[in-house]
């Protein structure tokens, strides 16, 4: 065992571990939407910086080591998280009343937990093209974050190939979908596929505001206390 | 198209904003009992009046807040401007047009607190859905190529000097004039919305929690 300390407190935590696990297990909800327990890290959204060492860095992408200070809840760390959250939806076109995932988007969940009100930054209203190629899913461009959840953790059953993957560069980045493969995809594959990915770009089609409001995912239990739930299990 | 300006009205011109429109004589023992009260006042820019709804949904609440307020220019109320100036100044909708700015900017003016309410003054809302299309496109679908247009008729974009010019974007309205405070929601509940009245009423910092917080 080793000890780190984290906004002060000391705990005790096995080298190695998961910083955003080691403080969910301890009652400190670091928020997080690229990261998957048991998953290998993406660190692609940086929506869990922490200070570590003084230093920002992604918790999801931190293994603890003895003597780590680990900085979550100080002000000018929860605001930068909350400055990362604002940019996703400036960036994307979030229409949360009429999307199919409000209620169940980790995004939204996100936003609730760091208290955004509005975004700080201006929104881009970019233009962009919707996906209905494949049979069962829907991609709808305009939500991605590109947390690379699909890209990584969706493949052919038979193959290993990635059904999901990001073309382009830079703001010109995209999402795309393989047809083929997605249409071989079973109906419980398509269900993790629309489950994992935090926003609302991957959509089942033929099913959209199936839970009424108020019997919504998030709506039952916050993302905070699921997380923190999930820890304690 | 003409070179009508907004900004210098010429009075010969007949032109009247929201704002201008004529103030309707309020009973003079009635105001009396107002004096002293906060002023609120509630105007609706682009939206679909789902926001002042939820204002009613504070049901008998409002009440309990008349005591200390005084609602002046509303849905509410039977008042079609701001006949002074107001402490508190709920803004519903998104700006998408000249008018709505001189409206906005008329507020910021004369409120000491602009809340912005809802998703279309908070972000832009529904009708931001058309910043993804050039303008002459959104006119000509709703003009020129309408599937109501009138068989027979030939159609034109509307374009009299009179009628106010619409912006090319939908702008929420913290881009337009700088906004106190935000309720989010499309619409917001009457709860959210009654929190941070009664913060403001009783002096307290406005605190929206993260419960009565929510996007849709």
Redesign the interface.
């Given at each position: 065992m080793i000890q780190i300390t984290i906004d002060g407190k000391n705990i005790n935590a096995r080298k190695g571990d998961n910083l955003v696990d080691v403080a969910l297990a301890n009652g400190v909800y670091i928020p997080t939407l690229c990261y998957m327990k048991g998953e290998p890290c993406l660190g692609t959204c940086r929506v869990c910086s922490v200070k570590v060492g003084g230093t920002v860095a992604a918790a999801c992408t931190v293994p603890v080591s003895h003597g780590m200070e680990v900085v979550v809840n100080e002000p000018e760390i929860t605001d930068m998280r909350k400055a990362l959250v604002e940019s996703l939806f400036a960036e994307g076109n979030h229409n949360c009343p009429s999307c199919e995932k409000s209620g169940r988007c980790d995004l939204q969940a996100v936003g609730y937990e760091v208290e955004m009100m509005v975004s700080r930054f201006e929104y881009r209203f970019t233009p962009r093209v919707r996906d209905y190629g494949s049979e069962k899913i829907l991609l709808e461009r305009d939500r991605c974050i590109f947390c690379q959840r699909c890209v990584e953790f969706v493949r052919d059953e038979e193959t290993g190939k990635k059904i999901f993957s990001i073309s382009r560069r830079g703001a010109n980045s995209r999402i795309e979908i393989n047809e083929e493969l997605a249409n071989k995809m079973t109906e419980e594959q398509v269900a993790r596929a629309v489950d994992l990915c935090p926003v609302g770009t991957i959509v089942e089609k033929k099913i959209g505001f199936n839970d009424p409001i108020g019997k919504r995912k998030f709506d039952i239990k916050s993302i905070r206390d699921r997380a923190l739930e999930g820890a304690m299990k | 198209m003409s070179n009508h300006s907004l900004k210098n009205v010429d009075p010969a011109d007949n032109v009247m904003f929201s704002h201008d429109l004529p103030k309707t004589p309020v009973d003079a023992e009635f105001l009396a009992t107002q004096e002293g009260k906060i002023k609120v006042s509630m105007i609706a820019l682009v939206g679909c009046w789902g926001c002042t709804l939820s204002f009613l949904d504070m049901d008998e609440r409002i009440f309990t807040l008349l005591d200390k307020v005084t609602i002046l220019r509303s849905s509410l109320t039977d008042i079609k401007r701001i006949p002074e100036r107001c402490v508190v100044g709920f803004v519903e909708g998104g700006v998408a047009s000249e008018e709505n700015i001189e409206t906005l900017e008329h507020y910021r003016e004369n409120c000491d607190i602009l809340i912005?309410v809802g998703?279309c003054a908070?972000?832009?809302?529904?009708p931001?859905?058309r910043?993804?299309?050039p303008l002459s496109e959104c006119l000509d679908e709703a003009y020129i190529h309408s599937i109501t247009a009138v068989p027979g008729v030939i159609p034109i974009i509307p374009n009299h000097p009179d009628l106010t010019k619409v912006t090319t974007?939908v702008y929420?309205c913290?881009?337009v004039v700088k906004m106190d405070?935000?309720?989010?929601g499309?619409p917001p509940d009457g709860d959210a919305i009654y929190k941070v009245l009664d913060d403001l009423v009783n002096g307290r910092p406005v605190d929206?929690p993260?419960s009565m917080?929510?996007?849709?």
């Open positions: - | 912005s998703a908070v972000w832009g809302g529904v931001s859905m910043n993804m299309l974007k929420p913290h881009e405070y935000f309720i989010p499309c929206l993260t917080n929510r996007y849709d």
